[in-house]
Structures are given as C-alpha cells and as structure tokens.
C-alpha cells in the first residue's frame, strides 16, 4: 500500500514511492559534484587546519537546513572547496590513485541497496561476486583450488587478518604466544608491528632485518634472523615480505623469502597492497615471481587497480586457514546454516559490498586496461627517474621500481634538510600548486613523489620537482 511522505515525514527513505526524489536528489548531487570538478585548478587549494576546523565547528548539527540545495552549498564550503583531488597531475604524495567510472557507477548500488556481506540472507547474489573475484584474484597470483579469501577495507586490515591467521596456526601446532616471532624488513609497512601489539605479541616479537642495496629484503640476514630465533627456543611464525614498499616500491626477492619460510616452517605473507596492480600488467607479472608460494597476499584494489576506497583483499593458499577468524552465532550464522555466509572468514561483520566496483570495473574495462595504467606509471616513474639522475640540482635516494620517486635538492647538509624540507613541503601545499610527500630513510629526511596518475606526463612531475627546487632556493635565500 502506498504511504503519504507529507503526511508521515518518510519521504528521505528510498522507497519505490520514492523514486522521483531519489532520482532528482542524485541528479542534484551529481550536478554539483560536476561543477565543482569543472573548477578544480590544482590538487588543493592550502587552507590551514584551523580555517578547515572552523568551517566545520561552527555548524549547528540541531538545526537542519531542510533543503538539499543549501545542504550541498555547505558540503562544498566545509570539504569540497578545500578537497585533495587525487586526479590532479600535480598530487604526488601518499598512495592515492584516480579512481575510474566504471567503479564509480558501481558506487551507486553499492550504497543505495546497501547489502551487508556478512551472510548470503542480506546479500544473496553480492556473496557470490565477492567469491568469484576472490578466485579470479587467487588464479591470478598462482594459488589453487584450495585457495580461498576475503574482501577488507584495506591493506592495515588485511596484514593484521594474516599474521591472526599465522599466530592460530603456530598455537593451534602447540608455541607458547610468549615464543612468537614475526620477521620483517626493515622498510615493511607499520601495520606489521600494530599487528603484533593487536595480536597479543608485543612490539618484541616483530624482528626487523635490514635491506639490501635495492631496498630489498637481505636473504642472507632472514636467514640469520630465523636461525637466532630457532636456536632461542621461539617459534618464527611469519615472515612478512613486501611486493612494492611504501617509499621505494621495493619487491622482496620472493623465490628465496619462501624457500627460507619453508624451511622453517613460517607462514609466508606477502603485503602486496602496493605492488598487487602487477598481476594484471601485460609486462609486469612476472615482477611478482614467486608470490604462489605465499600462505596468504594482501592486495589493495584501492591503490594500484584505480577503485575508490575502501577496496582490499586477503587473499590465502588454503581456505581451511580461515576457520581461526571464524565465530558462530545463533542470531546470525549458527552451525548448522544452510546457507555460505561470507562472516564466517571475515574479522568484519556488518560489510559492504565493495567488490561490486571492482566487478563492474573489470566487466566494463578488463584487467588489461587496468594492467596499462600500472605499465603507465611505473613507465613513468622511470622516466622521471631518469631526468633527475642527470640533473646536478637534484639529488636521487634510489632508482625508482614501481611509481615512487625518493629525492630531495642537492647540496642540502642533513641540518638543512631537516629545517627546509618540511618547509618546502608546506610551501608547495599553501600555494595549491603541487602536494608531495615526506619520509625518513637511513637517518636522512627525503620527499618523496608516489605516482598513480596514468594521465599525468614526465613535464606534469618535472614541473612539480621545480616548484620543489625554486621553492629550496628562495628558502635558503631568505636565511643566507
């Protein structure tokens, strides 16, 4: 029976009496998105956090505006006016891609159906996407028939659901949790020590050994590292490799981080929520060589596959590993259900259905597509690596590997870049120009540029380098 919206004050629900409004309020909102996009002139526009606080704070949430029109014109001042817009050619700072279409259209049902991945009863079909993509992505890293995973919100999600799913197998064997060691590089995401401390295993228990002269794992010190913790009575749980760092987009010699792990008997985890875009390159898959070896890969479709976030994956050899997340309730997924139910492998309950973006991007575009915008900025990466190698007023931390340029102006004493680096940076911020990001390596203070814009070109990155240099120079000018 059809209801009355002016009588009942219903009428923000979508409903099929609904639909008229649901359609002019999207519209509406599209529109505006649009304009906005249309005047978009850089990646930000360098407001200070507290001009950004106080546009904010100063609402009052008790008093609505009744009226989408000026609820959109008061979005636009309290966060679009002031955005990061990934798709500018000058945003080169965190792991941030463009997003595509396709995804985006994907959006629209994801949110407006609102289906909850947590049991086939609220999801029905969505469970069976979600599972299908998890195959297609487990055929694509080289795992069998056995293998099995889970979509997450991110690559921190992820690597903590691994290293949960290692630390159960190494009870379940009989190690006493005071005995367990996770082995790590030393340029391994941070989510491997927050693990650790969410796990149960103290800071202590992450070993971190050190690089080679490619930013890769050392071989020779995880094998040390193992054998100290063997002969100390511990148990090496997992070892945690890298495909693309966060600063180099190093890959860890995989081949031989496996046979190590196999030899001792440590669950391999692969974080490859950067590098995992190369399972679809047309000329870069093979970059990943030996990841099949691993127990279980991270990868974000939100990083290197151009999907909004939130979209990651966990991905294991063996489903049965699952079993140590799984807990069954009466009122929701008990024992005997008839029905899969995609909670029983997950650390989340309530999800959504985000691998609908990654479907609709794969139907619409293929994974080849996807694979050349990987090709795109890596290609990229060395092109512009190649330039500041030759140029005398740069000075380089490495040769790029994936799409991560380390630099910094030449000439700079570690005194100088201590003070003028994040100088520089905010200079670049303020000015709306260009966004860069900051890190440490070695001791020594770097920015860094992370390239995931296939539509930005080397003039697009060498002018950003320049805004950096000229921005160094007027700094030191200034002190001089």
């Not at 609820?71 to 817009?85: F, H, K, N, R």
């Not at 081949?255 to 399972?279: I, N, S, T």
Request: net charge negative.
């Amino acid at each position: 029976m059809s209801i009355s919206p002016a009588r009942t004050g219903l009428e923000h629900l979508l409903h099929p009496d609904h639909v008229e409004q649901y359609v002019a309020t999207m519209r509406t909102g599209v529109d505006h998105l649009a304009d906005t996009l249309r005047r978009v002139s850089g990646p930000a526009t360098g407001v200070l956090p507290e001009q950004a606080a106080k546009a904010v704070v100063d609402i009052d949430l008790d008093r609505p505006l009744g009226d989408v029109a000026a609820a959109l014109a008061e979005v636009s001042s309290v966060y679009l006016d002031d955005a990061i817009w990934f798709h500018e050619p000058s945003y080169a700072a965190h792991l941030n891609c463009p997003v595509v279409i396709p995804a985006l259209l994907a959006e629209v049902f994801v949110s407006a159906v609102n289906s909850s991945l947590d049991t086939f009863d609220q999801s029905v079909g969505a469970t069976f996407v979600e599972r299908h993509l998890v195959r297609w992505t487990a055929d694509r890293v080289g795992f069998g028939p056995d293998a099995d995973g889970v979509f997450t919100s991110g690559g921190t999600q992820s690597n903590l659901q691994a290293l949960h799913l290692a630390r159960d197998r190494a009870v379940a064997a009989g190690a006493d949790l005071r005995t367990l060691r996770i082995v790590a590089s030393r340029d391994s995401h941070f989510s491997v020590q927050k693990s650790a401390r969410l796990l149960g295993l103290g800071d202590a228990a992450v070993v971190t050994v050190p690089t080679d002269g490619d930013r890769r794992m050392d071989v020779g010190a995880l094998g040390r590292a193992l054998a100290l913790i063997a002969d100390a009575g511990d148990v090496p749980m997992a070892v945690v490799a890298t495909a693309g760092t966060t600063d180099f987009g190093a890959i860890d010699p995989l081949p031989e981080v496996a046979a190590l792990c196999e030899g001792y008997g440590a669950w391999l985890h692969v974080d490859a929520a950067y590098g995992g875009g190369l399972l679809v390159s047309p000329t870069r898959r093979h970059l990943l060589h030996g990841v099949d070896r691993a127990d279980s890969v991270t990868i974000d479709y939100h990083k290197t596959w151009f999907q909004p976030v939130s979209a990651s994956a966990l991905v294991v050899r063996d489903g049965r590993d699952l079993r140590h997340v799984t807990w069954h309730a009466d009122y929701l997924n008990p024992h005997d259900a008839a029905h899969p139910n995609q909670v029983d492998k997950s650390l989340q309950t309530t999800r959504r259905f985000d691998a609908l973006k990654l479907w609709m991007t794969l139907r619409v575009m293929g994974p080849d597509r996807i694979g050349e915008y990987v090709d795109a900025v890596v290609d990229l990466a060395a092109q512009v690596g190649a330039a500041l190698d030759a140029d005398p007023a740069v000075e380089l931390a490495a040769t790029p590997q994936l799409s991560t340029i380390v630099f910094r102006p030449a000439g700079l004493t570690e005194a100088d870049a201590e003070r003028l680096l994040p100088e520089i940076r905010e200079r670049l911020y303020a000015s709306g120009r260009a966004m860069v990001a900051a890190t440490r390596t070695d001791g020594r203070r770097w920015l860094k540029l992370t390239l995931l814009n296939p539509m930005a070109t080397r003039d697009d990155v060498l002018a950003i380098v320049g805004a950096v240099v000229e921005a160094g120079d007027r700094l030191q000018e200034a002190v001089a």
